[in-house]
């Protein structure tokens, strides 16, 4: 089994599944954050608690679960609140080699999109993410919600120990 990673990432991931990203707004805040071609930023410390070591953006030309990775994450029945992980998984693998993006649900017997399911740690289906790389807390700066609100739109926030 792998040992958990000392590094934790902070993902800044859009709350819409399908929303569009606007590369525009996007280049300006990281202009303004002060980012270099190489996702260095001497201002990390403003952008997230304790700093960070890198910021980018990650498109992988997909839609993508973006979660935690070592030690992975519980999944819950959207309805009962049972936990699901198990059907989940076999689930979430036949998505990825092309079936429907559908759980039967062993719980309540219903039919879930998977990214309908509660995840604990949070996680959120994507298709691209905002990364802060090694970052030494999981809080945003003071009126960095703001920032990427007004370029991105919705977000949330997820913690990847990778």
């Known amino acids: 089994m792998p040992h958990a990673s000392h590094r934790m990432d902070l993902l800044i991931v859009p709350k819409v599944l399908d929303q569009p990203l606007d590369e525009a707004a996007l280049e300006t805040l990281f202009r303004r954050w002060g980012v270099d071609p190489n996702g260095r930023t001497a201002r990390s410390h403003d952008i997230v608690d304790g700093g960070c070591r890198r910021i980018w953006l990650d498109q992988p030309g997909r839609l993508l679960l973006y979660a935690n990775q070592s030690g992975g ?90």
């Open 73 to 162: 994450f519980r999944v819950r029945c959207p309805e009962s609140g049972d936990n699901i992980a198990q059907a989940f998984g076999r689930a979430h693998r036949e998505w990825k080699v092309g079936g429907l993006r559908f759980l039967k649900c062993p719980a309540c017997g219903q039919e879930h999109p998977l990214e309908a399911c509660v995840f604990e740690p949070p996680a959120a289906f994507a298709e691209w993410a905002i990364v802060l790389s090694d970052v030494g807390g999981l809080e945003l700066g003071t009126g960095i919600e703001d920032q990427v609100s007004d370029a991105i739109g919705p977000f949330q926030l997820i913690a990847r120990r990778p």
